[in-house]
Nanobody, 114 residues
Framework: QVQLVESGGGLVQAGGSLRLSCAAS????????MGWYRQAPGKQRELVAA???????TYAASVKGRFTISGDNAKNTVYLQMNSLKAEDTAVYYC????????WGQGTQVTVSS
């Protein structure tokens, strides 16, 4: 069983910053990649950013240059630094761990007021 604990969401004004964290724990497992997805009301869940265990990163076009994903392999933790936030970044952000199986966090709300 794998547990994901997310933290760092909240309310911020447009132009502000937030940092999300996601720590994975549980029985021994191999992590291939970790990432962040988001889902806004009435919209499909979409990839925001992901990072492989080797450090290769992927970003959605809408966040490139504003968000930075990083990981700590020793702690099985992934971070998402979000700068220059916009109202359209408002969503529930979910952490995802990709391994032999995929695991999802419970989600953390990010609200950007304009």
């Amino acid at each position: 069983q794998v547990q994901l604990v997310e933290s760092g969401g909240g309310l911020v004004q447009a132009g502000g910053s937030l940092r999300l964290s996601c720590a994975a724990s549980g029985s021994a497992f191999m992590i291939y990649a970790m990432g962040w997805y988001r889902q806004a009301p009435g919209k499909q869940r979409e990839l925001v950013a992901a990072i492989t265990r080797g450090g290769v990163t992927t970003y959605a076009a809408s966040v490139k240059g504003r968000f930075t994903i990083s990981g700590d392999n020793a702690k099985n933790t992934v971070y998402l630094q979000m700068n220059s936030l916009k109202a359209e970044d408002t969503a529930v952000y979910y952490c995802k761990v990709t391994g032999p199986y995929d695991y999802w966090g419970q989600g953390t709300q990010v609200t950007v007021s304009s």
